[in-house]
């Protein structure tokens, strides 16, 4: 709502409505306020009785302002209640278009913090950044310990896919070995029978 806007709409409220509004929007000053203004209100009231010691005025004083400084309290919680039931106030619930939506048709409801001053949310906006890269710094990291990983895992394969494969070349070579001398068994027994055949 801009300025102008808001004016045109307080011109037409009531005194009481506008002294409502004003209130609502500086409860927590009027709360502060009211606790001060209390305190030295009994102050001076308590005073004036002579039967009393200055620490019992004081006791005394202090009791009056927290009872009128918790009926303050209470009426400023039932202002941020009617606040909250009509979607007002400091917190205001608005539709926005979902980020998720690649289309951006389909709208959400937000819950918004109203600024009574230009800047006075931005460090929400600066935490929730810091927030998003701290997130992003993580997802790398957990991405690369994976790949690292996976790395790991594919040299374990290797080797043993390598090793695997000089133990079979090692069994052929041994079963060659063993058939190389078979034949040489077979051939020399061949040629001592071919020996002994001449010999008769």
């Not at 009872?67 to 007002?88: K, N, P, W």
């Not at 927030?131 to 994976?146: C, G, I, T, W």
Request: proline share 2%; charged share 40%; net charge neutral.
């Amino acid at each position: 709502m801009t300025e102008r806007a808001k004016a045109l709409q307080d011109a037409q409220k009531t005194q009481w409505e506008r002294s409502i509004s004003w209130a609502k929007e500086h409860r927590y000053q009027i709360v502060g306020g009211s606790w001060v203004l209390s305190m030295v209100a009994s102050l001076s009231f308590v005073g004036r009785n002579p039967y009393l010691s200055s620490a019992q005025k004081l006791v005394q004083a202090r009791v009056y302002a927290q009872g009128l400084t918790l009926a303050v309290l209470i009426a400023s919680a039932v202002f941020e209640l009617s606040d909250r039931d009509q979607g007002e106030g400091r917190w205001e619930t608005i539709k926005v278009l979902d980020p998720d939506d690649p289309e951006h048709k389909h709208l959400i409801e937000k819950k918004v913090h109203k600024e009574s001053y230009q800047g006075e949310d931005q460090w929400r906006d600066m935490v929730e950044a810091e927030e998003q890269k701290e997130n992003l710094r993580k997802d790398e990291a957990h991405q690369k310990h994976q790949e690292r990983e996976k790395k790991e895992q594919h040299k374990s394969k290797s080797k043993d896919h390598d090793k695997a494969g000089e133990q079979a070349a090692k069994e052929k070579e041994k079963d060659k070995a063993s058939e190389h001398g078979e034949k040489e068994k077979d051939h020399s027994k061949a040629e001592k029978q071919k020996e002994k055949e001449k010999s008769k």
